[in-house]
């Protein structure tokens, strides 16, 4: 099992830029996919960005494709989430998750920070 702590949000103006930070506790972080989501107001939870357990392969959500870098170090057992040039439509609470298995099933979940952009 792995505890996930995320860090980071908080309120930005539109075309600024905030890394979220993803903590992870627990045993074999590397043996993990990594995952970040988020949840706007109103609106279902949408996948973001995801990472394999190595780091070497990365996809990314077409809205924030070319903005939002996702990266890991295994050695310190924590997932990155690099938003740059952010927009109102970025506003939500963002989630970072682990994935024990390779079919992006989700297992554990952290408790999210808020991202806001202000326009």
């Known amino acids: 099992q792995v505890q996930l702590v995320e860090s980071g949000g908080g309120l930005v103006q539109a075309g600024g830029s905030l890394r979220l930070s993803c903590a992870a506790s627990?045993?074999?972080?590397?043996?993990?996919?990594m995952g970040w989501f988020r949840q706007a107001p109103g609106k279902e939870r949408e996948f973001v960005a995801r990472i394999s357990r190595s780091g070497s392969i990365t996809r990314y959500a077409d809205s924030v494709k070319g903005r939002f870098t996702i990266a890991r170090d295994n050695a310190k057992n924590t997932v990155y989430l690099q938003m740059n040039s952010l927009n109102a439509e970025d506003t939500a609470v963002y989630y970072c998750?682990?994935?024990?298995?390779?079919?992006?099933?989700?297992?554990?979940w952290g408790q999210g920070t808020q991202v806001t952009v202000s326009s």
């Open positions: 998750a682990a994935d024990p298995t390779i079919y992006s099933q989700y297992a554990y």
């Open positions: 627990g045993r074999s972080f590397s043996s993990y996919a």
